[in-house]
Each structure stands twice: as C-alpha cells, then as structure tokens.
C-alpha cells in the first residue's frame, strides 16, 4: 500500500491521479519524439521535415493508408498476446516463437492439406492458433509446476523457435529448388487481400474482432474478471476460490494463441507460404504495443496503429533523406523504457521511499502476552 | 544501578507514517552496563522507534543522544559507526557465505589491492566468539547453522563492529528454551563488560527474568521506566495496557449443539523455514460456540490457520469442515462451508489496487454469474448494499481498497465473507488495525453469527479481545495447544501464563520447559 | 590431427567469453542482464566507426567501452533507479541498440546493412616465439589477436575479483541476500550500478572484437544473439568464471562451426545452433524440479505470481 510521508504533497499531486493512467503513454511519446529529434538533429538532418515525412509517409493518400493499414496487423496479434497474458500476472514475452511456430503451422496446412475452400483457411488459421498455443504451453507448464521464472524460459524459446521452423523451412519441407521457404499454400488457404498497393489482408477484420472479442471479455465475463483480479494479487484470487494455476496455463496459452494467428496472417496473407526468418520482430515489437496501451485491447489497436505508421511511414523516410527506416525502432523502444520505468511521486520529491512496517498500524514484532485485565 | 550519563538517549521522537501516528513524543535513556526491556502490545511502535535509533528510519522529530553529544543518522552505516548495532528479528544473513563473511561484510579486513584479508577474517571473528562466549567455527556455512547459532552470527556482527549499544528486535521468537537461556547469558555477561543491551519482547517472563529495567511503550509513547526490582507480571502488563476499558461485548449464554464443523486431528505442519509449526495438533470448533485461540504470534497458528484454509499442506494429520474432509483448495472450502478472514489483509484478504465492489465479489463470482458474463451491475449494487449494511465508512464501490482505513478494510472483508451461507467463520487477528468503534461492531457481528448456529473460530494475539468474545478459549504454544479453557471460568492472569508457556501441569515437556 | 581446430574454437569464442563475464557478474549480484547484445552492438559500431574515422584501433577500442557503458548506464538507470522490470528494460534497450546502430550506420557511415573498408585497420597476429612451434601449445596459446589474449586473460581477473576482493565479496552477498548487505552498511544500489558498468565494459570488448579482429566489418545484428547464447553458458555454470568460460567456448565453438559440423554429423545447422538454449531450459527445468521439491516437502503452498 503507497503512503506518503507528505500529506501536503499527496493533496497537490491528487489532482494528477485522475490524468495518471493517460500520463505515462503520453509522457513515453512525448520523450521519444524530443528524443527522436534530437537524434536526427544530430545526423543533420531536419526534425520537423523527419517527422513529417513519417506522418505523410503513412495516413496521406491511399496507397500509405493500406501499407499502414498491412503494417499494424500482425502488431494487433501480437500486442493483444502480449496484453492478455501480462494483464493476468504473466510475463510472455515469448510471443515472437509462438508467432513463428503458428506460422509454420498454418503455412504446412496451407499447402499439405488440400481441403474445400470453406474449410482450408479455417483450418489453417486454427493450425496457427493451436500451433502458438502448444509453444506457450511449455512455460506456462514449467511456471505452474516447477517454478521456472516464464521470462527467461520465454526469452530461449524464441530462439529455438526460430531454429526448429528454420529447420522445417530449409531442411524437412523445403520447397523445391534454392530457397528457405516451405512450398507456397493453395489458393484455398489463403487470406483475402484487399488491394493491389499493400498485402493488407482479411486477416486484419480478424485482428480487429479478436481485439473487440477480448474487449467485451475483459470488461464483461468473468474469466476477464478473473485475469484482472490475477494480476493484480495472485494470492488474493487463490484465496478468493480463482484456480489460479490453471488459470495461469490457459491465459499463457491463449496468448500464445493470439500470437500464433499473427503467424497465421502473416503466412496466409502477406507472403503466401512460410518463409525462414520472415519476422522483423512482430512479436518484441507486441510488447512495446502492449506497454503502449496499457495492456487495454482497444488500446492495443491504437498502439498498433501508431507503430505501423511509424513503420509504414519510415519507408518512406528512408526514400525521402539520408536516415534508415531504423528511426522508428529506436523512437518504439525509447516509449517502452519510458513505461517500463515506474515514476513514484517518491522519487520525484528526490526522496528515497521509507522502509515501512507491513502494516501501519502494526509493528513488525508479534503480538502480546500476558495482557492481564485491570480491576 | 549507578547514576552514570546515559549512553543512549531518545527525546521527544515523533514518527509518522500519512496520517498513523506510529511514535509520538517517545523519550528513553539507556545506561552503561544494562540490560533495558522495551516492551509494549503490537502497535505500539517499539520496531518503528529502534529502526530510527538505528537509522534505518528518519524521525519527523525529536532528539537521539549518544554519549551526551546529539546525533542525526540518515542511514545504518551511521549508526553503526557511532556503535549501535541491531539484532533484527528476521536475519538478515546471506546463507551460502560463511560465519566469517557474513560478520566483516561492510568492514572487511583488507589485504593489498582491495583483497580480503580472509586468514586474518577468520582468526579475529574466531576471537571475537570465543571472547563473548559464542563459540563459532567461523568457516560454517551459515545456511547450515541452526538459527540459534545464526542470532550469534548476528550478535557478533554488531560485536565485530565494536557496538557498545545492542538492540535485539524479538530475540528468543524463534528459539528453543535452551537456546534462550544461552542468550540471556551472554546478555548478560556483554552488559557485566560494559555492553547496553536494549531488547524488544513481549515475553513478560523474560522480562522479569532478563532485564534491569524496563520501559513500557503505549500508543507510540514510553508511559513508563521502571526497575525490575520487586515486580510482577500484572505490574508490567498494567503498564502495558494502562486503564483503557475494556471491550466486553454483550452476549448470551453459548448454546453448543454436538455437531462439530471444525475438526482438527494430529494435525503437523511444516513453517517457511522448514520448522515444525505445528506439532501433532488436535481441536474442534462446535455449531453455536465461540472459540477463541490464544497465543503469542509465532506459536503456529498461522500455520494452522493456513492449513485449514487450504493454504498450505500439512505434512500429516487430518482436518474436518463440516464434516467433509478439507478441500484442495480455497475455493473447494468455501463451498463446503468456511468463511476464513485472513489477518494479512494486504496481500491475502484483499487486493489493495482493485475497486471495493470488486473485493467484495471475489468469492461470489457464482452469485453474478449470468452465462459467461459478469453482472457488474446486480455486483456494484450488492456492494452498495454491503457497505450500507456493514458500516464501512469512507467507500464507495469503485474505489480502491487502499484508500480505507484498517478498520473498514477489516469490514470489507467481513462484509465479503459473512454475507454468505458459511457455517464455519474463521477470523484471524480482526481487530488488529481496527479502532475500537469498528471492533465493537465486528466483535457483535460475530456473536450474532454464533447465535445464528454457526461456528466461529477466533485467532487473536490480543488476550483481551479473547477473553471478551471467547465461550471457550484454547491456547497454543509451540504448535500444540497446552490448554483449554472455559471462558467464564477461567482470566487473563491464568490464560496470560499458558501463553508465556507457564502451564506446567499442562505440558508433556522436559523440565527443561521451566517457568 | 588438425591442431587449428583448437586455435579457431578460441577465437571464435573469443566474444562469447567476454560477454559472459560481463554478464556474469551482473548475474552474481542478482540481475539478470539480457541486453548484453544491446551492449556489444553498440560497441562494434562504436569501434568501426573510430577505427575508420580516426585509423587508430586504441582509439577505437576507447570508443567501444564508452559507448558499451554508457548503454549499461542506461540500463542501470532505468533498472535500479528508476525499477523497470529487468527483462523489458532489457529487450528495450537492446532493441533500442540495434535500431540505433542501424540508424548511426545509415546515417555516419553512409550505408546500409553492412559496412566495411580497407581504412579499417587490423589487429596483427600475435605469435609467442617459444611457444609456437609446439603442436598442441602452440595452437592454442600463440597465434592470436590482442584482444583474445586481454579478454582470456580476464577471466582469471574476474574470478579473482569476485571471490577475493572485498568488491566481490559484496557484489556476491548482494545478489543472495540484498537485505543483509544492506544491513551491513553496503550500498546496494551503488554495488549494482557498478556491475552493469562492468558488464558493459566486457561487451564493449567483446563488441570492438566483434568488428574489428574477428571480421573487419560491421553488420546490422551482427551479434547474432551471442548475449543470449552467453547467459546460457552463465546459467549453465551458475555464474562461477571458470566454468562459464569453458561452457562459453563449447558453445561458441558449436555455434560458429555449425555449418562444418553439420557436414561432419549429418545434422542440419540449425539443429546445432540450438544446443546452447535448449541445454539452458534443460538446466532451468532441473533446477525448478529441485527447488519445487524442497518446497513441497514444507507442505507451503507456493504459487506465486510475481
């Protein structure tokens, strides 16, 4: 529980409280665009004419609107991964494999699995889905049954992942003749696209459904109830009568789901067949995504549209001025530091926070003895 | 004793944390050559006021002297370097290092080029033990030490560092009788060598049996400094205590029926640092009664109460609730019957950062269910309701947990469990934190819940609110339960003596277990 | 037998090794550094870009440490001062080094991708003149850059410093137990603070080794996840310097000889490439086992998520 040792200063910051959840987001962009600015000042470059080209690089005219409109889907996915299991306590940051392990999922079911239209792409998206999930599945097991920090395990399994598809793209299902690529899916399997200037694909009306999907979810059931109340205090919510290791296992693996259909989209509507290495990334950009917006799934929309056109735009950028497209990613982790950070109202009054005793009103030596009433 | 200067004096310390009061205007002198008892209940900010003399916590105001001169520490290093040193009661020992290492760190001896003079480590700490006879091979591993031995790993590490001021926080809470008098002997023999020992306890019986004098702490003030000569343990609790009224809630006669719906058998359980907590434990709570367990914190009653609430895995025995065998988890429990009040309202009870509405419905989720979806609505009205109906001041559904007082964080939670079919009530500390309006409130809704038929199982460290609410008082000690008593017919002098492990009758002990 | 095996397998571990003491001792004193990558990123591109801009490899080895601790500041800034969550801070800052070296590439160096040229200076060959003739000694001790010879040499450094000194002594105390050191009097924010800076002065060695004596180029990720790889051989060998140093060169020799190996074994690369990670989770799932059962016998219950 947060007190202040200044009731003064906690009455002049109260009226911040209601702006707090806005504050941090905000305050990330804002320092990485002064940040940004800086940077590209410094490689001689103009800021405002950077800036601008991102801006019109991705929302003016059509043809951008649809290359930003490709670039935020796959974030969507992950974003929404990265979001559904942090909000409920767990860290996957490992939403880059699941992503890749969906996709091989959905690129083998896309051209081994010759099936009728109407049950081709679904089965493919559910391989994916299914796919993502079984990867998240290991650290979630070893989290809930043998204590294993999810984190680090997260953080090898990408690697891995990215290894075993590689394997399966350039070895045990490799497409004939010189490349690393797993044959192209049939016609059947594959996601809409919508226009001739970017592969932007039915796979983003998906993302958007998920995203309303956990909206409602989050705010309405009660399983949102659940992951919420998980988050915040797992042993509440045990005591409570949540089953909270299993929940912890099927949220992680709902994630990796949700990541895994990033695959999905990427393999069934972008590329057309699954390629070895063909993620820039998605997966670690989700987490500055979700961090982005606050692990909220509308949120996660907005989030992901700024980073694609951040993304979309920088194309354009690296055409337009001297500057590489790689801009974008250093303005996207200099917002995810900026959250990452935890700004307490202690550290700002230049104060170290208190050692306190758990309780206020109780000292941390035991109860009494030998209380004998007084006549 | 001599009327030599002070070595330690403490003026007019106030300390506040927000708006708790925890120290106001506490004022103390320690003397050359003396073992000083703290004593006072929980809360009554003795660990607050030795974490300031030792620099871990900055007063808001007030005077510390060592010496005669004045001083101001903003960190232990200082305190230390003006020799104090502190004793907590949770080591703070890194356990795969050795005694040596553990001792010097922070004052290492040094070799050429910032190397640690490890032969030289050895062979002062070596000294060192053997000189205060607390014999150590200072080349065990810590981790491997038994904790009596770990607290003279502690000793000496103030020792080391020349303290002439001890101050032990709770310093036999985790020792064997044995183990203590070995403590006490090295008390006194530091204090015969000049030493001042200050030491925080609640143990009235060491206090007669330790101390040159004592001072009793009230409400965040020292109400008293008195010799130990020619006093008793009423005299001391008095002090304690002072003329505060008190609580005596006004209930019937109990009206026990046979069935039992808590019932406990040879129940052992293992604590967090793989102690026995409770040992071979048996009890049984009735329909329509009040029980009341005493005890001193640390005797296993946590453990206990976790182990029935489905916390923690006992390591043999069985537990009945409502006749069905205890669930694997919390939730299978409240389904046979328990509402369990956790004393750990922060990380347990309640959770701190979601709205109050939400803490209220965690538990109920069935109750709002409709299909998959969360009747938010028909929950933030129950809620309302609840607040209503349970006094809880200062709430509103959607605020967060936080921002209420103990005490209505204590209704909160027992607004979320007793407003249920539960026919075994399990409160732990309930009226810890809580202002006394508030305590009245709890104590009587919790004889209305006895009368209503069910079963209420009290756990409390507060001897008086055990001797007001309790029809049957049972009191453990060291993880067994050493007596059970009528309420009407029994007081706090004899209850107050089994919980100091007085009860000699009682005890299939050594006679080592003296009084 | 083919005693340049030996010499190659110490070269190309050569990175590897620094990276992992740097990441060792921050591992000793309780935080797990996952943006060593960041870290030795910056530092290659820091030493190409002196190294071309100035022709002098002192130089550019300055630059590279420089750049590699200013990186740990950062890091330590926002982990310990400012308490971000380790493992975001890390990705973050790691990431936030590969666009930026991405960007600085463009935008110094005027290309895209990789960079290279002849202005670059090189290390020379160091040969120790008894030694070299001999087969099996030779191999092994002569024959190298500088900087394989300052890093190796480290490692008994490290070892030293961490279980002689009285800096690693706190060092370690403070990543077991921080309350006791804090207790004692030590700073424990200050004792981290200066480990991040260690490790970021290792990977900015391993970094300028990176561009400047392993290849003499600079490309975009060209750490290759080593930083992972070495916190694998750190985990592996529970932060002791001696052993991570030998776990690190097995890796790294598995690692680079991939493509070789594969062709002797049969196996895919990639199958090869995965044995540093997956022996990792093995090692993670071992100790979890042991730990889960200790707790189990005190019948706590211990689900915590954290």
Known sequence: MTLDSAPVARRRLQWLAWLRPALHPVAAILIATIVGGLLVLALRENPFEVYWFLISGSLVGLPNWLVTLQMMTPLIFTGLAVSISFRAGLWNIGAEGQMLVGALAAGIVGFALPMPGYLHLPAAVLAAFLGGAAWAAIPAVLRVYLNVNELVVCLMMNPIALLLTGFFATHVLKAPGPTNKLPDILPTAALPTFSLYSQVNAGLILALACCALFAVVNARTIRGFEWKIMGLSPRFAYYGGINVPRRAIWVMMLSGAVAGLAGAEQVLGVYGAFYDNFSPGYGFDGIAVAMLANFNPIGVILAAFLFGALNAGSAVLQMMTGLSKYLVQVLQFIMVLVLAAQFSWEWLSKRRPQTMPKYPEQSPAPGEAGEIEEA | MTDAPPVVALRNIVKSFGAFIAVRDASIDIRRGEIHALVGENGAGKSTLMNILYGLIARDSGQIEIGGKSVSFSNPRQAIAAGIGMVHQHFKLAPSFTVAENIILGAEPLKSFGQIDRHRAERDTGELSVRFGLNLDPRAIVGSLAVGLRQRVEILKALYRDAQILILDEPTAVLTPQETRELFATMRSLADNGHSILFITHKLREVLAASDRISAMRHGRIVATIDNSDVTAQDIAGLMVGRSVLLRVAKGEARPTTETLLNVSGLTARGERGETAVDDLSLSVRAGEIVGLAGVQGNGQDELVECIAGLRRPVSGAVEICSAALGATPRDNREAGLAYIPADRAGLGLSPESGIWENMTIGHLDEFRSGLFLDIGKARRRSADLIGKFDVRGAEPDKPARSLSGGNQQKVQIARELSREARLVIAEQPSQGVDIGAIEAIHRRLVEMRDAGRAVFVISADLDEILSISDRILVIYRGQIVANLQAAATNADEVGRYMGGFGAAHLQQSPAHDP | ?306
């Not at chain 3, 340049?4 to 921050?26: D, F, H, K, Q, W």
């Not at chain 3, 040499?153 to 690693?168: D, E, H, I, M, R």
């Not at chain 3, 071992?286 to 706590?300: D, E, F, L, P």
């Open chain 3, 1 to 306: 037998m083919d005693w340049e095996i030996l010499n190659s397998a110490i070269r190309i571990s050569t990175p590897l090794v620094a990276a992992a003491m740097g990441g060792l001792l921050t591992y000793q004193a309780g935080m797990l550094n996952i943006a060593l990558d960041g870290f030795m990123i910056v530092a290659a591109f820091a030493a190409i870009a002196t190294a071309y801009f100035t022709g002098s490899l002192v130089l550019a080895l300055v630059g590279a440490i420089g750049a590699s601790m200013l990186l740990a500041a950062l890091m330590a800034l926002f982990n310990i001062r400012l308490r971000a969550n380790i493992f975001i801070a890390g990705i973050a800052v790691t990431f936030l080094a590969y666009g930026l070296t991405a960007l600085l590439l463009k935008g110094l160096l005027g290309q895209d991708g990789v960079f290279t040229s002849d202005r670059i200076p090189t290390f020379p060959i160091l040969r120790i003149p008894v030694v070299d003739p001999m087969p099996l000694f030779g191999a092994i001790l002569s024959g190298h850059t500088l900087l394989v010879y300052v890093i190796y040499g480290f490692v008994p450094v490290v070892a030293w410093g961490l279980y002689k000194t009285q800096w690693g002594l706190r060092l370690r105390v403070v990543g077991e137990a921080a309350e006791a050191a804090e207790a004692a009097g030590v700073n424990v924010d200050r004792v981290k603070f200066q480990a991040m800076l260690m490790s970021g002065f290792f990977c900015g060695l391993a970094g300028a080794y990176l561009s400047l004596a392993y290849v003499s180029l600079f490309a975009n990720k060209m750490t290759n996840e080593r930083g992972l790889i070495a916190l694998a051989a750190i985990f592996f060998a529970r932060g002791n310097p001696y052993w991570t140093a030998l776990v690190a060169m097995l890796f790294g020799t598995a690692t680079a000889l991939s493509v070789r190996m594969s062709q002797m074994t049969g196996l895919a690369p990639q199958l090869l490439l995965l044995i540093p990670y997956v022996v990792t989770v093995l090692a993670l799932i071992i100790v979890g086992w042991r730990v889960t059962k200790a707790r189990n016998r005190h019948g706590a219950w211990r689900f915590d998520l954290s």
